[in-house]
């Protein structure tokens, strides 16, 4: 189900002397299936537009509309946009309270007003999705490492069988080799289970790999809404805003600038490594003819 | 939603009373309630008010901010002012079925509701005009004899600044939890008492754990500073006497000798005048 942004805007302590615009007229359109990346620096409004989506705040002024219907509406239901669009925070920390993982996982569906049979296996079916062995099930959550954590509170989550997941910086954190578990993990899931989903973030270099779109905020505005290519083309725009292209993108800049026939608009390593290769090829296959 | 709550209602403003060194107003602020209980009728109070008045008006803080604070006590207010109005025995004024207004009554329950009325008030000039952390450093400063009887005031006083440095740090974070909480479709408010009074656990064990987590980095961070409590310790901000804290305190000694002559003389001088 779409979620459309009709013009939003959301300002802190209106009326008063310190209010601050954090999002400023914002339209956009999430359509079914899609991987976006929202990125934007510290401050950009990226976690504030987020949490609009499942109705925690309120638009000072615009519409949201999920499925064609206002969320700002009195009579919406507000439970059945929370289990539709799900919404992992960046700290696990904040949302684990239960004595094991599996009793964790199953407060979203029990919220729901679920059978217990129905709450057990939708609890079991996310605990797989995100790749959590059996024998954690019915340890503490608060003894799991980071990257363990995050994998428990994202199947809070998606046991409530979301058609929209978003996770909020779902890397902050980790260590390298923890970030690209959860990164592919999401990926896989995505490709298993065919959900939109949202990765909010302010590295270009976590993004740049798995997503399809990517919105990049700035002062609360939304700056570039496109495929990665067409974004990162603006490298140099991204800059001026403390973000950047991935490492990946510049290394073939410089091989251009350099005088190497390599294309610019490479954003992942693979199809780096495919571009070098084929001009070696191409290199090659001049040397011969000569 | 949690956000409108504030504790410590400290006004910022620019004002002698703002000014003036912790220890003179929290020893002003002790000093004007026992002398709100020493004086006594009339004219006792009037001078208190004029005291008062003239407080708020040095101090630059609206007058609304003060009667703020006498919302949380109408109630109690209200219970003693008819309590005493209704049964105290004495000579009857007004009777009203079986309970009866007396004139001690009447009196009692005008100088209760002056004397509570004027305690919150001056209580709350002290606290609006000085933030929490320069009330703890005078009360430390204050109650240092006590360490002769081996009171541990540095370490109260420290206990005291950490508690308040932290009420808005974990009231951010109880936003925080409850946000995460209401994602996966957590319910605060429908159901019985019971039911919401369980409806908390899931905010409140992971508030406890990292009010816990902040608490062990905290004594981590001093520990690792070397902190070692009050011996010895020395302050940034050490707190001196200036001319204008001992013009105060000329002040409120006037005015506690003035409350008391009033209240005994002016009546004797009044009778002596209509006599």
Request: hydrophobic fraction near 45%; glycine fraction near 8%.
């Amino acid at each position: 189900m779409p979620i459309i942004l009709d013009k939003v805007s959301h300002i802190y302590g209106e009326d008063t002397a310190m209010a601050v615009k954090a999002l400023d007229n914002i339209s956009l359109v999430i359509p079914d299936g899609q991987f976006i990346g929202l990125i934007g620096h510290t401050g950009s409004g990226k976690s504030t537009l987020v949490q609009h989506l499942n109705g925690l705040m309120r638009a000072t002024s615009g519409n949201i509309y999920f499925n064609g219907e206002d969320i700002d509406a009195d009579d919406f239901d507000k439970k059945m946009l929370r289990s539709k669009v799900g919404l992992v925070f960046q700290y696990p920390e904040h949302q684990l309270f239960e004595t094991d993982v599996f009793a964790d996982v199953c407060f979203g569906p029990k919220n729901l007003g679920l059978s217990k049979k129905e709450i057990e296996l939708r609890a079991y079916e996310a605990l797989k999705l995100v790749g959590l062995e059996d024998d954690y099930f019915y340890q503490s959550p608060f003894d799991l490492s980071g990257g363990q954590k995050r994998r428990v509170a994202i199947a809070g989550v998606l046991a409530m069988k979301p058609e929209v997941l978003i996770l909020d910086e779902p890397t902050a954190g980790l260590d390298p080799k923890g970030r690209d578990e959860i990164l592919d993990q999401i990926s896989k899931l995505k490709r298993e289970t065919g959900i939109t989903v949202l990765l909010v973030s302010h590295s270009m270099d976590d993004v740049a790999k798995y997503v399809d779109r990517i919105i990049v905020m700035n002062q609360g505005c939304v700056m570039f809404d496109d495929a990665p290519r067409e974004v990162f083309k603006h490298y140099e725009e991204l800059e001026t805003i403390g973000l950047a292209a991935p490492q990946v993108t510049y290394i073939m800049k410089h091989l251009r600038d350099h005088g190497y026939d390599v294309s610019d608009e490479i954003t992942t390593i693979e199809e780096a490594r495919e571009e070098i290769k084929s001009f070696f090829a191409r290199f090659a296959a001049a040397r011969k003819e000569r | 939603m949690l956000r409108e709550i504030t504790l410590g209602q400290y006004y910022q403003a620019d004002s002698v009373i703002h000014r003036l060194d912790p220890r003179v107003k929290l020893g002003t602020t002790v000093l004007f309630i026992i002398s709100l209980f020493v004086f006594d009728g009339i004219w006792g109070y009037a001078v208190a008010a004029l005291f008062l008045a003239l407080v708020i008006k040095l101090s630059k803080v609206p007058f609304r901010f003060m009667i703020k604070g006498m919302r949380s006590i109408v109630f109690l207010l209200s219970i003693t002012v008819i309590f005493n109005l209704f049964l105290t025995p004495g000579e009857p004024l007004v009777q009203i079925w079986k309970f009866g207004i007396t004139k001690e009554g009447l009196r009692l329950a005008v100088l209760l509701a002056i004397r509570l009325g004027f305690l919150i008030i001056g209580s709350s000039v002290m606290t609006l005009t000085t933030t929490p952390n320069q009330l703890t450093d005078g009360l430390e400063k204050m109650l240092k004899p006590l360490n002769r009887i081996k009171v541990p005031v540095h370490e109260i006083a420290m206990m005291m600044s950490i508690a308040l440095r932290f009420i808005p740090i974990l009231m951010e974070e109880t936003d925080k939890i409850m946000k995460a909480q209401l994602a996966r479709c957590a319910d605060f408010e429908s159901g019985n008492l019971i039911r919401k009074a369980k409806s908390l656990v899931p905010l409140l064990v992971p508030l406890f754990i990292s009010a816990f987590r902040r608490a062990n980095d905290l004594a981590m961070a001093m520990e690792a500073r070397c902190y070692r409590g009050g011996e010895h310790r020395t302050k940034m901000k050490p707190l001196h006497y200036a001319g204008r804290d001992y013009i105060a305190y000329i002040i409120v000694v006037c005015y506690l000798v003035g409350g008391i002559a009033a209240g005994k003389l002016i009546p004797v001088l009044l009778s002596n005048i209509l006599a």
